[in-house]
């Protein structure tokens, strides 16, 4: 079994002259950012409190790298959990699932911070259906039934291999 939580990064500001990538947070977002981690450290899930991952995959944005540090900060995550990865800048649906695929096996809890609208394609794709908006701040946390990632690439049997156990984004705090 595997565990996988994608996260959408924190909403950003566009008040400074910059390019894309290196947008930081607003406000909002900070503050987003800090309440969904603190949320997460509350959380139950499947009866369990939710364990630091194995890994986080993010982007090398910095609205990304805001928000996984936050997550990392507010649940005294070590930071070696965090991987950034230029690729997953602006990456297609298909280009995260080709990531995830490339995951060691004996990581079995993984963190991807990423960005729409690969991030929302890659959803679509694993639970085989159309999905409303990933918001800014939202995580999905979904159980594979699955010992190895290359295993998503399986597209007729992952559906069935994938349950959406918990979708949380700010509006519900």
């Known amino acids: 079994m595997k565990h996988l939580v994608l996260c959408r990064h924190a909403k950003s500001s566009w008040k400074y002259p910059v390019e894309d990538c290196y947008r930081p947070l607003n406000k909002r977002g900070l503050l987003n950012a ?4 603190r949320c997460l450290a509350n959380e139950e899930l499947n009866g369990k409190s939710f364990d630091c991952p194995q890994l986080i995959l993010c982007s090398h944005s910095v609205r990304t790298y805001a928000t996984a540090l936050a997550y990392i900060e507010e649940n005294r995550w070590p930071i070696s959990v965090l991987s950034l990865e230029p690729l997953i800048y602006e990456a297609s649906g298909q280009t995260l699932l080709s990531i995830l695929a490339k995951v060691k096996k004996s990581v079995n809890s993984l963190w991807l911070v990423a960005h729409n609208p690969g991030l929302n394609l890659l959803a679509e794709y694993l639970l ?4 409303e908006n990933i918001v800014t701040s939202a ?15 399986e597209q007729k049997t992952i559906v069935s291999k994938s349950k959406l156990v918990h979708w949380l984004q700010p509006s519900m705090l």
């Open 34 to 37: 800090v309440d969904m981690a």
């Open 128 to 131: 085989g259906k159309e999905l």
């Open 139 to 153: 995580q999905l946390h979904i159980s594979l039934d699955i010992e190895n990632w290359k295993e998503l690439l």
